[in-house]
Nanobody
Framework: QVQLVESGGGLVQAGGSLRLSCTVSGRTFSSYTMGWFRQAPGKEREFVAARARRLNGGSTYYADSVQGRFTVSADNTQKTLYLEMNSLNLDDTAVYYC??????????????????WGQGTQVTVSS
């Protein structure tokens, strides 16, 4: 059984930085495409970033809204996915979710291809 546990959320001032972590237990880490999604109050869950599984080349993908500010990385030995978030702004306030699955590359930015989800971690950016 695959379990994902996020950590690292919190309260930060606009312009600040946070690093989220997602530790995976169960199946081999590199066999999954790993993604970060977020959901703000009253809004739908949206794609943030992803790292494709090794079979698909391990490339990284970002939403336009976070490109250049966020970086997704992984430590395969620790089975941990990271999301480094810099230059945070008020629009980044949301619950951030880690997800694992085997979506087709054309669907990597959609949630439907991810079978496993963490419980979420709150990120709040204040002015």
């Amino acid at each position: 059984q695959v379990q994902l546990v996020e950590s690292g959320g919190g309260l930060v001032q606009a312009g600040g930085s946070l690093r989220l972590s997602c530790t995976v237990s169960g199946r081999t880490f590199s066999s999954y495409t790993m993604g970060w999604f977020r959901q703000a109050p009253g809004k739908e869950r949206e794609f943030v970033a992803a790292r494709a599984r090794r079979l698909n080349g391990g490339s990284t993908y970002y939403a336009d809204s976070v490109q250049g500010r966020f970086t997704v990385s992984a430590d395969n030995t620790q089975k941990t996915l990271y999301l480094e978030m810099n230059s945070l702004n008020l629009d980044d306030t949301a619950v951030y979710y880690c997800a694992a699955g085997v979506p087709a590359l054309g669907s990597i930015r959609t949630s439907r291809g991810y079978a496993h989800w963490g419980q979420g971690t709150q990120v709040t950016v204040s002015s």
